[in-house]
């Protein structure tokens, strides 16, 4: 199949002009984090780019599938996560980009599960809301975040990049599965919106991301746990042919068989450097 016509959620801004936030804390007995802005719902194709990979690049469109098998499989324990995952991933990211040094600083594991409420870290779902992980400025409050003051303040004057290493676990990712678009089909000026991220003891920043029906969307039908895609969430690099960015979602996909295994999956972020 082609493509697929399916539901994507947008952001709105606050009608009240106000700056928008979400807390990052979500109600422990509904699941719902507090926010002032809404959600718009659109219809938009979305692409099977299957046998059509090789089209999409880090650079161009903002993100990149690759095939690679992963040593660790279990993706149930953090620690053995880190220990096992973390150290092959790191070498992943640097064949890929050719990166001289990469920080991985956060994982998380998602498995669907209808009905759950999203009460602690171990039932994280899938996210059906169109966003960018990162902004400019907490792009660089990330560097400043995980790595020591004077080594981060030479590494920022260099080009540097957040990069997140997505990958289904378990079984393929038929069950919402992640869409991307094409950085190349982005208004940065006019689609995108920060975000506040209120944590208890920070604010953290997100773009928001709005409606444009010039936006075109991807997707891997069928991705499986031995195929990954690399979502660039931040690059310093300055020029216009030059993807910076890659807004992202999960989506429901209508085309999928009655009965599928839920999504499983794992997502990892880097701190991408080069010399």
């Given at each position: 199949?082609?493509?697929v ?5 947008y952001?709105t801004?606050p009608p009240?002009?106000s ?7 979500a109600?422990p ?17 979305i692409e099977?780019?299957r046998?059509?990979e090789?089209?999409?690049?880090l650079?161009t469109a903002?993100f990149?599938?690759v095939?690679k098998p ?14 096992e ?6 070498e992943l990211?640097?064949d ?6 990469v920080v991985?600083f956060?994982?998380?594991?998602r498995?669907?599960?209808p ?11 899938p996210?059906n809301?169109?966003?960018?992980d990162?902004?400019?400025e907490s792009?660089?409050?990330r560097v400043?975040?995980h ?5 981060a303040?030479?590494?920022v004057k ?5 990069i ?11 069950d919402?599965?992640?869409?991307l678009?094409?950085?190349r089909t982005v208004?940065a000026?006019?689609?995108?919106v920060?975000l506040?991220?209120?944590y208890?003891?920070?604010e ?8 444009n ?6 997707y ?9 895609v690399l979502?660039k969430c ?7 042919n030059?993807a910076?960015?890659?807004p ?5 996909d209508p085309s999928?068989?009655q009965g ?7 997502e990892?972020?880097?701190?991408v450097?080069?010399?």
């Open positions: 199949m082609p493509t016509s399916a539901e994507l959620v952001f801004p009240d002009g700056r928008p936030f979400t807390t990052i804390n109600d007995a509904t699941g719902q984090r507090a926010r002032n802005w809404e959600q718009e719902v659109h219809t938009v194709e099977n780019v046998g059509k090789s089209d999409y690049t650079d903002g990149q599938y095939t992963s040593k660790h499989s279990a993706f149930i324990n953090d620690e053995e996560i880190r220990g995952y973390y150290p092959e991933s790191i990211l640097k890929i980009t050719g990166a001289s040094k991985l956060d994982h998380t594991v498995r669907h599960r009905g759950d409420v999203e009460s602690d870290e171990t039932k994280r779902q996210v809301q169109v966003h960018v990162q902004t400019p792009a660089t409050a400043h975040r790595l020591p003051v004077g080594e303040e030479k590494l260099k080009r540097f990049q957040i997140n290493l997505w990958r289904p676990i378990s079984h393929p990712a038929v919402h599965p992640l869409a678009c094409d950085y208004d000026k006019k689609d995108l920060p506040a991220l209120v208890p003891d920070r953290g920043e997100t773009f928001g991301v709005k409606f029906p010039t936006h075109r969307w991807k891997q039908r069928g991705m499986k746990p031995d195929e990954v979502i931040y690059d310093s690099a300055k020029g216009d030059i910076r960015f890659t992202h979602t999960g989506f429901k999928a068989p599928a295994p839920l999504r499983e999956s794992i990892l972020r880097a701190l450097f080069y010399d």
